[in-house]
């Protein structure tokens, strides 16, 4: 083979060759951005999840809690304050309104 072919033969491998790992480069930065666009909407679906309003458990809910304790609600507490209580909890976690 003389020099003249052997260069054209090596022009056109590096042509094809460069062509190849555009191509593959190409392919794996789409990707990494595929995969990010899904991390953002993953991240924006928990944030908003995290920040949606939560029902309230209400008086009924904290009855049957308490009802389950070990002597039931008057074991648990002779008084009625442990309601005020939760209701506190959930009013300053946001949770509800005011569960009443």
Do not use: C
Not at 5 to 14: I, K, Y
Not at 19 to 47: C, I, M, P, T, W
Not at 48 to 63: C, N, T, Y
Not at 68 to 81: I, N, Y
């Amino acid at each position: 083979m003389n020099q003249q072919d052997m260069n054209a033969l090596t022009e056109r491998w590096h042509s094809q060759t460069n062509s190849l790992n555009d191509s593959v480069d190409a392919a794996f930065k789409d990707a990494q951005n595929h995969a990010y666009e899904l991390g953002r909407a993953r991240g924006r679906l928990d944030a908003q999840a995290r920040h949606e309003p939560r029902e309230s458990l209400g008086v009924k809910r904290f009855d049957a809690i308490a009802e389950s304790m070990p002597g039931g609600t008057a074991g648990f507490m002779k008084q009625w304050g442990w309601r005020d209580y939760a209701l506190a909890l959930e009013a300053a976690h946001q949770i509800g309104s005011t569960g009443k």
